[in-house]
């Protein structure tokens, strides 16, 4: 028996229809609200019980010692962590004085609904107090997409049978009480009180905190406002103290009557610290006029606006996929969630878990490039310029970095929020200089796909040199004249500081290339870098001199040099318990062994599938499947896609549903900590790039859907260069056919056009004409290749036929 | 210009004419006594000025926490750090209520002798007050060599032209300060105020203090008593607080008179935590009963017993070295050391700085197996029993770790102090799995070279066999048959997790042997173990294919698998500043580049010559010769031995005298905090081994002695099988002779004899038969191969011109 989903299948909506202790952690998460700028966890208005409280600024960090027990050169010597900004969710309700808590008294009701089109987190409760006294609550939260600075709460409690008295208090609180976080080395540094107050301020309905973190000196400036409405009698005052601004609401309700609080906040916060009182000032000024904007526009302004962004993202976003429901609304609240990470103006980071928790100390990875910004770059291409020209700003930060390693270029941090490196642990965070590459091509793809020459030359340009000379200052030519990247750790943290990973030299065979592309593009911003014409004669002859290691006798690639030949990991002799493995063997045992976290070599064929033939392709997903254990999030997406190429199309919605349903399904048990974005995003890779086929290597869009018969249709949009393609894929209905596809261009004027490939055939497709193609049959993938004993994802076909009986009420 | 040395050269001590303030911890690391119980560093009896204070009981420690920026599964999590002691060294003079102070007043001499036959150190000084006082102070310590537990201080002060009023405040004193350590990762945590009180005892002239270590909760009881002579009105009392035992003497001197203190010191000790009050009494009472046999004895006695022992052990431990006085004298100086460190009954482990210093955390690394037991088996072999039984007791922590790391048999801690890891940084730690087979080679030497089939029987097959389980259990076989040890350390700290490092697989490959032979003969010992005929014959077989890797086109061993295909390190672009490099480069880049910290290769050509052609050998030195920097200590001695064997015989003296030199010069200006004993070691290595040409691969004792035509002769002893058996070298004095050695064996009846090659030749030499044969002529050994540049030890010859010319007064 498969136990009941926690939330119901519904298409637009995630909905949690009652209140499970056990769950809070994960709901916080699921329910997180961000604008990419503000992110608010879903924690309960009144605060307790919690999971986690979480009200996290994009950037707004603590510094931190990281002390080592043997230091080492360059051993990065402090850390950053996000922390909790003052949090202005707070709602605390008291009835007849008893305080509303879920956790007594008697809940009649409670449900809480994220909606994906709304973009609103909206909670219903009926409660009964331990006295006696029923009310009903109302709360619906909104973080505004259209205002960087804005968040708001409308709170409307109801009387139900009897005459009560109210008094709610509405907090802005600063350093609010943490719990300890686990012994786990992928969970948060759990810093306690970080702020200190400088400022606090009060009026009749709202006030001001001003906080400086203690170490770092960022000062972060929080404004509360309320509009009161209710019966007469009711009265509404505010106090404030240096660390909380408290309004009180009381009123008397009889049965029926509601009093109602639309709670405005504004956040304006430095990622720098500021010294002066001048840049205070300002900061004040900001988030007060943040929340004065918003109250002239009024509540359903933000709500309308709210809904605009919605709309317009979901128009190129959306991905319909007809006979999974289930999977149906995971991409969709996976989609939602890449949205509200990384879409948004400015120039700011898009951390590993967005702003919905502290996991991983809410460091920005590689997650960023090589997971979000794909997505990103066909769904919301101005996302992309802001995370990448935050990549841009962090230049100098990586050159010093490069230095201090005493290499050249750019070394971008593996892990960071504000652009130094906070990697504790070198071989699986300084050595993985892929970060390098897979920035590049970020940058690459993104002028591709929006044509953006402005950037390309100029962030574009400096981010793709910088990187560049890294990998010729790293690389060496062996006697026959090999080029090799020795001593890096690749995507597989499994394995760590080794020769000529694949997927690393690949990549940076792309970056060398691209960097004297865009040097010969713009010779003179080159020549701004020092670049001169035997550079770029130097990163080609690099590039048409790397090595990618074979093992001939196996007949595919080697992850990194040697890695075919070491000894197999005991599958058999290992228990399901001792997954992940990294928490039950040694780094010693995991990197002399052929066993792999998470896609590297099927990463590499995804990325730079032009760099595989077919048949390479097909043997190399075979020998690494069978020894990829997954225990990354990172991983079941890319699987996906290659499945899918390869033929084997049912494993690809496995592993597609993998992804999705990673958070919504909380299945890697660290939903809690906050969402895995990356795997979000890979829920659109998975039916994008993988049934979609869509691939843009060398800046060529092209396709090459196909879908399993049990999956009836595809339906997606890509943003290319101002225009949207929308690809309509069906399936094949018999044995005879193999489906077909529809492309049609929209957006642009009835010229406008896409050049793209079909399956390798060229076509172009322009507004006026849609055009639609056959699906060639398959090529007999041969046998579905087994994942280690105990590690193949849920079969999603068997998942589907189970829901089917169910639902007929088998 | 050569700088004077420090100390001048003189055959037996080493003498230091005048206190230099600068100096001040290396020549309390210079002049530390030890008896390998009790280690007192050379601070000035009246504590200040100091570098660093130092009372060391072998093996009391403290516990600490080891915190990771990212942890991982069976990183260790708990440190262990040498403490200092109670310190009972201190005696404080006030002359006429000035305090006695180097620094104050007129210090008109100073001079400090550490008597390498005698075993004492020596301090006469001569100080004016600032009042214009003048006193002599003639003070003696001993750490006693017969009697664990005892150190003794004879402290005598001697009006000279003035009638002076003298106070003495002789202490015992726990908890003193420490000054905080440099930022290193080799320096030592340095725990404050480590000992909490339990008992505190005075009697009118002494007392006796117990405390407790605060978190590991390890007892020490420390005993202090004085005799005092002096003229009429000589006054002593005690009194004792919870951490100070304060003998206050006063007297009346007239000029020309003298007052005396001999002060006792007695420690006892646990090394495991005792909770209960009886094992506090009976430690009590055993410092107490060491102090009190040593008051009978009376000073004279424990001065005899220091000579005697000396005697005994110089009688085989001399090594006499004609041509180089300065080196003369340092290997004295080192076996002095050596003998301190090691040779003491009971077990116990020898840390990497002996008890000289807390460097290291006070940790016993593969220093012991691999660089001091070797010598101590030829000179000391009983310290060889106590070392290897300590290994032994910590046989079960060992395999609890294997058990951890998931692997079989027993895994040996890299570093430690109580038998537990304390490895910080695992790919430079844990994964250096060869400790293992450093322990069962050095069981192998000792077996071999005292015949103790007891040991063998016991501790020795119980440690052969659980380190080879280890090996079996590592390895892998290829598809040709090949076995192989991937993901290795070996010694060569400057690449790490490395396949098939070939000092591993030669000395694993013995252990494994050896293990079976030993299971072979003892059969019923081994089925005790569990070990059968199928394991035997595993282990015969892993021997029979290990992998050693060799690179064909360069005509050389490989350090590891892939090593000589790395990239070169930019010797030419590095500067003098930047080593040891370590400090100024990441290991990222270390790793990945032929540069070598220390002998690797070489070492395993030394420790299992049997493995390597003659013609190899040459190949080998001179390859990895211009890619070692000697970043370490334990380099040069093994270069030395290497150097001879092939024939550069001016450079096996260059290494010699770095070796030896190594702490009597700070060369490595880490002598401060305490001795490298493997360094001392190396000395008698490198003229043993070396100019001696001594080995004992199998078991078999032979000889190839050559000695450069600039030293005349050399003459040493080894101990083997209860005999000694003389080695007397001339070098040759013109071009025809290469020179010719005289055997002889002491020490057992006439018909006592010893088996051994002579340059290959088989020859039995007896008690009644000396035997003298030819050095048979080198073989060309073509080139000095270059160290790299600025990397080349000095020069020898030209220093000893140098000195040979200021002697003459050019």
């Known amino acids: 028996m498969r136990a009941r989903p926690r939330f119901p299948v519904e298409p637009w909506q995630v909905r949690e229809p009652d209140l499970d202790p056990d769950w809070l952690a994960e709901a916080e998460s699921t329910f997180a609200l961000s604008n990419g700028h503000i992110g608010l966890r879903g924690n309960l208005d009144e605060g307790d019980p919690s999971g986690m409280p979480g009200t996290y600024l994009n950037s707004f960090h603590e510094e931190y010692d990281l002390d080592y027990p043997e230091s080492g050169y360059a051993f990065p010597e402090r850390g950053q962590t996000v922390v909790n900004a003052p949090n202005g969710k707070l709602v605390r309700l008291f009835v007849d004085d008893e305080p509303f808590d879920v956790r007594t008294g008697t809940l009649r009701h409670h449900q809480r609904i994220l909606d994906l089109r709304a973009g609103t987190l909206c909670r219903t409760v009926e409660w009964v107090s331990p006295a006696g006294t029923a009310i009903r609550l109302r709360s619906t939260r909104l973080v505004s997409l259209t205002r960087p600075a804005v968040a708001a709460v409308d709170y409307e409690v109801t009387a139900v049978d009897r005459p009560v008295r109210l008094r709610i208090e509405s907090d802005l609180l600063a350093d609010e009480d943490m719990p300890r976080r686990a012994d786990d080395p992928r969970a948060a540094t759990t810093l306690t009180a970080p702020l200190t107050a400088v400022r ?64 405005l906040l504004g956040y304006a916060w430095a990622t720098t610290a500021a010294a002066d009182a001048e840049p205070l000032d300002a900061l004040c000024a900001e988030a007060t006029a943040a929340v004065d904007d918003a109250r002239a526009a009024g509540w359903d302004a933000l709500v309308a606006e709210q809904r605009a962004r919605l709309d317009d993202f979901w ?96 070394a971008f941090p593996w892990r960071t929020i504000a652009g130094s490196e906070c990697s504790g642990y070198w071989p699986a965070g300084t050595a993985a200089l892929h970060i390098n590459a897979d920035i590049a091509d970020a940058v690459l793809r993104y002028v591709g796909a929006t044509g953006d020459e402005e950037f390309y030359r100029g962030p574009g340009l400096d981010l793709l040199v910088e990187t560049a000379r890294l990998w010729r200052y790293v690389g060496r030519y062996d006697d026959e004249g090999g080029f090799h990247l020795d001593g890096v750790t690749g995507p597989d943290e499994y394995t760590a500081v080794v020769d000529d990973n694949l997927f690393t030299n690949v990549m940076a065979r792309r970056n060398l290339r ?19 014409r035997h550079e770029t004669a130097a990163w080609r002859a690099a590039a048409a001199a790397m090595h990618l290691p074979y093992d001939d006798k196996r007949g595919v690639h080697q992850q990194a040099a040697g890695f075919t030949r070491l000894a197999e990991w005991d599958f058999a002799g290992t228990d399901a318990d001792d997954y992940p493995l990294l928490l039950h063997f040694p780094y010693f045992e995991l990197y002399r062994k052929q066993v792999v976290k998470q896609a590297d070599v099927v990463l590499a064929m995804l990325c730079c599938g032009e760099s595989f033939s077919p048949a390479e392709k097909a043997r190399n997903f075979a020998y690494y499947e069978q020894r990829t254990v997954r225990d990354s999030s990172l991983s079941a997406s890319s699987q996906a896609v290659l499945a899918a190429e390869v033929g084997h199309l049912e494993l690809a919605h496995d592993y597609l549903a993998e992804s999705a349903l990673q958070d919504l399904r909380n299945l890697g048990d660290k939903t809690g900590d906050g969402l895995h974005v990356a795997s979000l995003a890979g829920a659109w890779t998975a039916l994008v790039m993988g049934f979609g086929g869509l691939r843009d290597h060398d800046g060529t869009l092209s396709f090459a859907p196909r879908l399993p018969s049990h999956l009836p249709a595809l339906r997606f949009s890509v943003a290319w260069r101002g225009l949207r393609l929308r690809v309509a894929v069906t399936a094949g209905t018999d044995g005879t056919s193999a489906g077909s596809v529809t492309y049609r261009v929209d957006g642009g004027g009835p010229d406008a056009s896409v050049d793209l490939c079909h399956h390798g055939e060229p076509l172009t497709v322009s507004a006026a004409r849609p055009v639609t193609r056959p699906v060639p049959p398959p090529a007999g993938p041969g046998a579905e290749p087994p994942a280690p004993p105990g590690r193949a994802p849920t079969r999603r076909r068997d998942v589907l036929d189970h829901l089917l009986a169910a639902d007929r009420g088998d």
């Open 200 to 263: 606090h301020r009060a009026g009749r309905t709202g006030g001001l905190l001003l906080h400086r973190t203690r170490r770092s000196r960022l000062p972060v400036a929080s404004v509360v406002d309320h509009a009161v409405t209710g019966p007469d009698g009711v009265t509404c005052a505010t106090t404030a103290r240096p660390d909380r601004v408290r309004t009180t609401v009381t009123a008397d309700l009889s049965p029926g009557a509601t009093v109602r609080i639309r709670k």
């Open 315 to 410: 128009d190129v976003a959306d991905v319909e996929l007809e006979g999974d429901p289930e999977v149906q609304q995971a991409v969709r609240f996976d989609l939602f969630h890449v949205l509200q990470s990384g879409a948004r103006a400015g120039v700011a980071p898009i951390p590993a878990k967005g702003l919905t928790g502290n996991g991983y100390d809410g460091h920005v990875l590689w997650d960023t490039e090589s997971f979000v910004l794909p997505v990103l770059t066909y769904t919301c291409p101005e996302a992309v310029r802001g995370a990448l020209r935050w990549r841009h700003a962090n230049l100098p930060v990586a050159r010093d970095r490069a230095r201090e390693l005493r290499l050249a270029g750019a």
């Open 514 to 532: 691209a960097a004297a592309d865009a040097a010969d593009r713009h010779p003179d911003r080159a020549a701004e870098l020092g670049v001169d």
